[in-house]
Nanobody, 119 residues
Framework: QVQLVESGGGLVQPGGSLSLSCAASGSNFNIYTMGWYRQAPGKQRELVATITSPGSTNYVDSVKGRFTISRDNAKNTMYLQMNSLKPEDTAVYYC?????????????WGQGTQVIVSS
């Protein structure tokens, strides 16, 4: 079974920075894509950023220039460096991974980590 362990959430002041990590573990799973999603209270979950094994990245417009997604393929760990944080970034952030379990395309979700941007 693939498990995703998220860390790095917390409270930060507007304009501050925070870094999130997501470590994937499990056997026979080859990660192709990892991504971060977030869900604010009363709103639907939205895609924040994704990164593929070759290194291609994609960001939602609202975080471009402020957030940077990266990954360490050897460790199956993904990171989200968040700079210039705004109150509207407050949400539960979820780690997502997609890849191959043997020859089957699968996806998994983490439990989420709370990010609060407030004075």
């Amino acid at each position: 079974q693939v498990q995703l362990v998220e860390s790095g959430g917390g409270l930060v002041q507007p304009g501050g920075s925070l870094s999130l990590s997501c470590a994937a573990s499990g056997s026979n799973f080859n990660i192709y894509t990892m991504g971060w999603y977030r869900q604010a209270p009363g709103k639907q979950r939205e895609l924040v950023a994704t990164i593929t094994s070759p290194g291609s990245t994609n960001y939602v417009d609202s975080v471009k220039g402020r957030f940077t997604i990266s990954r360490d393929n050897a460790k199956n760990t993904m990171y989200l460096q968040m700079n210039s944080l705004k109150p509207e970034d407050t949400a539960v952030y979820y780690c997502n991974t997609r890849g191959f379990l043997f020859s089957r395309w699968q996806e998994y979700w983490g439990q989420g980590t709370q990010v609060i941007v407030s004075s």
